[in-house]
């Protein structure tokens, strides 16, 4: 299996541009994460699906920010518009009920966004 | 609610010298512990979890944790420490049960730097 992939690697925008970021979790996992990490606040989760449906979307910080997953293998996070505070690394991540408790969370690289 | 605590946000630590990154956790049920690993510029990667039965749990380049219940602690320890281990260590907990959204809380990360 390749693993979670995340593209873009990197993504330098200016303000006021729309980002979007895209997941490929590992097949057969059914839960989908979202995080953000920055030096100030750490890891944050933005929002989990499960079965392509949004279950926890508490931590999505603005209406700027929305995620979908129109289907098991691929999602994405779209900022419209950007702002320079959005500058972080977003990662995505995949689980399954059934093989939660021996891996936990696979993990993509990570998409390094810079709002310039 | 679970929650995890890293007190320590940097260790430095010479190398082939011991270290011992801390992890505290809060939760009223049975949980699953793990230690995340995060290099430079990469995503997080699983280091060891903590599922049940032996409290001492290892993983294959010498760190080792210990699961201790009456401290709700799950420290991490390496008795000699070498340059390559410099990276951001993250402690995270989810509930046994299959409730709870399958959700990691994480810790927030101590970044281990190793000297010579």
């Known amino acids: 299996d390749a693993g979670v992939i995340q593209s873009p690697r990197h993504e330098v925008t200016e303000m006021g541009q729309e980002v979007t970021l895209r997941c490929k979790p590992i097949?057969?996992?059914?839960?989908l994460f979202w995080y953000r990490q920055t030096m100030m606040r750490g890891l944050e989760l933005l929002i989990y699906?499960?079965?392509?449906?949004?279950?926890?979307d508490s931590g999505m910080p603005e209406d700027r920010f929305s995620a979908k997953m129109p289907n098991a293998s691929f999602s994405t996070l779209k900022i419209q518009p950007s702002e320079p505070r959005d500058s972080a690394v977003y990662f995505c991540?995949?689980?399954?009920?059934?093989?939660?408790?021996?891996?936990?969370?696979?993990f993509g690289s990570g998409t390094r966004l810079t709002v310039v | 609610a679970q929650s995890v605590t890293q007190l320590d946000s940097q260790v430095p630590v010479f190398e082939e010298a011991p270290v011992e990154l801390r992890c505290n956790y809060s939760s009223s049920v049975s949980v699953y512990l793990f230690w995340y690993v995060q290099y430079p510029n990469q995503g997080l990667q699983l280091l060891l979890k903590?599922?049940?039965?032996?409290?001492l749990v290892k993983s294959i380049n010498g760190f080792e944790a210990e699961f201790n219940k009456s401290q709700t602690s799950f420290h991490l320890r390496k008795p000699s420490v070498h340059i390559s281990d410099t990276a951001e260590y993250f402690c995270?907990?989810?509930?046994?049960?299959?409730?709870?959204?399958?959700?990691?809380?994480f810790g927030t990360g101590t970044q281990l730097k190793v000297e010579l």
């Open positions: 995270a907990v989810t509930f046994q049960s299959t409730g709870g959204g399958n959700k990691l809380t």
């Open positions: 097949s057969g996992h059914d839960y």
């Open positions: 903590y599922l049940s039965g032996s409290t």
């Open positions: 991540a995949s689980s399954s009920p059934g093989t939660r408790h021996l891996h936990g969370y696979t």
């Open positions: 699906f499960n079965n392509n449906v949004p279950i926890d």
